[in-house]
């Protein structure tokens, strides 16, 4: 056998020292041992430890002290907590607090122990070769639909990069439409698991008993219409990733089975008695507020430290604005594609009106609303008018207030219908353009790519009152 990482051991007590020193014998591990807090951070600086087993109630420095100068100082190795009060308060503040697992002691489970060291040094040496990855590739091509040049999708695919080669749990929190699943898939696409299964399941979209089903699997005459043993999701995704959207959704039942997934890698079918054993990378996403959940007491709190131990949070549409042309880009040459429509542009006038909406649907409204402008315009680009009417409310091809919309434009000759039609864009358009820019001219006739006095042209024929916009910004 492969001779395993080196588990640092901080603890003073004898027996214990002893018996874990048999265990790294028996399993092929390297043990070190410090018997205080002080010997640990030395043994610690020789960046060649994998694992750390802490005693909370160290001398010198305690467990969660020498928890925190790990994260802070030794992003490579993985802390397990040692604990003999058993409480779920210490077990999950040392969880929350970025430790790997937690043990009990005494110890009655040696197997629990020796799988947990086994599956904190594999966590370990994927975190390390994240040195010899390569994001600059990643970063430029490897993202997929995933687009953005804002700080905050920049910070996100940092992010991805960071995590997909580790084994820990990643909670993808956002509102619906941002794109959990997408980061979820690029995550496992980056993974060391990437070869293996990608399987989602929506946790809303089942009822109890079909979820426990469908992730367990079932055995044969479990209930009726059960006419054969059946693989679950877990089992599928062995070896693989499996990406639960909607989690805040599960049943509490649910929760302690998925709980008991993650903590012994152990599953059991519907109706059956056999124990089987998956080794599956959770990741998980939700739109709810699963802090707010766990107050109110219908979401465990041990399972949410469990999953959460990363947290990915993927920024709404409305708070990366300066995205919104990059990615209305990025859809129209999708859609062009599958179409085979020659549209090479968005307006202005159109981008301002994506620009100025705020997306409750988030991306997903914006791939919807750009796909449907490539089908119905008739011309070389995406203007204003193949946007849907929620998109520009007022500020777009408005009625003139002279008319209070009472003349009908169909009524009149093609030639004055038309000049009718330019008159009400054009001041619509500047309208809009003068309240971006607070009533400064300048600034309005750039955006417009226009000569500033041409564009003082414009804004008098319009008889649009410069003042009101300025008189807006003197409000502010």
């Known amino acids: 056998m492969e001779e395993r990482g080196e588990i640092l ?25 410090a018997r205080n807090g002080l010997d640990a951070l030395e043994k610690l600086a020789s960046n060649t430890v994998s694992v750390a087993l802490l005693d909370l109630n160290s001398s010198g420095l305690d467990g969660l002290q020498i928890l925190d100068y790990i994260k802070k100082n030794h992003l490579s190795t993985e802390a397990i907590m040692m604990t003999g009060r058993g409480s779920i308060e ?65 910070d996100v695919f940092d992010l991805v990069v960071s995590v997909a080669p580790s084994e820990s749990t990643v909670l993808i929190m956002g509102e619906s439409g941002t794109g959990k699943e997408l980061v979820a898939r690029s995550i496992h696409k980056r993974s060391f698991r990437k070869e293996r299964p990608f399987i989602v399941v929506n946790c809303a979209a089942l009822p109890e008993t079909l979820l426990e089903s469908e992730l367990f699997g079932h ?16 089992e599928e995704a062995d070896h693989g990733t499996l990406f639960l959207d909607e989690i805040g959704e599960i049943p509490p039942s649910m929760q302690v089975k998925l709980l008991r997934v993650l903590q012994d890698g152990e599953i059991r079918r519907v109706g059956g008695s056999e124990v089987k054993h998956v080794d599956v990378r959770i990741l998980s996403a939700t739109n709810k507020d699963l802090y707010q959940k766990v107050k109110q007491g219908s979401f465990r709190e041990d399972l949410f430290y469990r999953l959460n131990v990363i947290t990915l949070y993927l920024p709404s549409l409305r708070d990366k604005k300066e995205d919104i042309p990059l990615m209305a880009y ?5 859609y062009v594609a599958k179409t085979g429509k020659k549209v090479g542009q968005i307006s202005l006038d159109a981008m301002q009106a994506l620009q100025a909406y705020d997306w409750p649907g988030n991306v997903r409204e914006l791939e919807n609303v750009i796909e449907r402008a490539v089908v119905l315009t008739e011309g070389d680009g995406i203007s204003a008018r193949d946007l849907p009417s929620k998109l520009l409310g007022e500020v777009f091809y408005a009625p003139d207030p002279k008319h209070n919309g009472e003349e009908d434009i169909l ?9 009718r039609t330019i008159h009400l864009f054009n001041r619509s358009y500047v309208s809009q353009l003068l309240r971006y820019a607070e009533g400064n001219i300048s600034i309005a006739s750039v955006q417009a790519g226009m000569d500033r006095s041409n564009f003082k042209k414009i804004i008098k024929k319009c008889e649009v009152s410069v003042r009101e916009f300025k008189r807006g910004r003197e409000k502010r």
Do not use: C, W
């Open 330 to 334: 990025h859809f129209m040459k999708k």
């Open 219 to 234: 055995a044969k005459g479990s209930f009726t219409g059960a006419v054969a043993d059946t693989k679950g999701l877990f």
């Open 90 to 154: 210490t077990a999950v503040s040392s969880l929350k607090s970025g430790a790997y697992d937690y043990l009990l002691k005494p110890f009655d489970d040696l197997d629990h122990v020796v799988n947990t060291l086994i599956k904190a040094q594999e966590k370990a040496e994927l975190v390390r070769r994240l040195k010899t990855f390569e994001t600059a590739e990643s970063s430029e091509n490897g993202f997929d639909t995933l687009v953005g040049q804002s700080q905050k999708m920049k």
């Open 9 to 33: 051991l901080v603890d003073d007590e004898e027996s214990l020292i002893h018996a874990f020193e048999k265990l790294a014998r028996r399993n092929q591990f390297r043990l070190s041992v």
């Open 411 to 419: 009524r009149l000759p093609y030639h004055k219908a038309k000049e």
